[in-house]
């Protein structure tokens, strides 16, 4: 992913629960060749990540002991929002997430990634947002 561009996050969302931390720390854009992703604002583009950063860690922190004891500590979360698609895939080592944690992620990321392409002005927008479960050593 070294040709796309992305974004390293170093004062983002982190969620305590069960004695682990999930930290958001990165976001990748990616663009097909032939279009160009296009919110009615640039500053939607760090607003839409942020919220979806933070719907995603809200409904996997009652999870995050039992991703963490099975093996699940670096997350993605991929996003499309076009006009004819919009969805999103969450993962770990380069698997689905389990189906036990999706009615949670339904219920949180669905308003969120819905409200995002009502902002669209152009063109698809697809972010890969990268997060880490961390113990918690406060």
Known sequence: ME??????????SEYKANGKVIRW???FFLENDDQHSCLSDPADH???TEHVAKAFCLALCPHLKLLKEDGMT????????????VGYQAGSNGQPLPSQYMNDLDSALVP???????QLS??????????YI???IA
């Not at 040709?3 to 983002?12: A, P």
């Not at 152009?122 to 997060?131: Q, S, T």
Request: with cysteine; hydrophobic share 40%; net charge negative.
């Open 122 to 131: 152009e063109g698809p927008i697809v972010m890969e947002l990268i997060f």
């Open 74 to 85: 670096k997350l993605g979360l991929r996003v499309t929002l076009d006009s004819d698609q």
């Open 3 to 12: 040709s796309i561009t992305s974004v390293k996050i170093f004062h983002g």
């Open 46 to 48: 760090s607003r839409l």
């Open 112 to 118: 969120v990634i819905h409200g995002g392409a009502c």
């Open 134 to 136: 961390l113990e918690n």
């Open 25 to 27: 720390t990165e976001v």
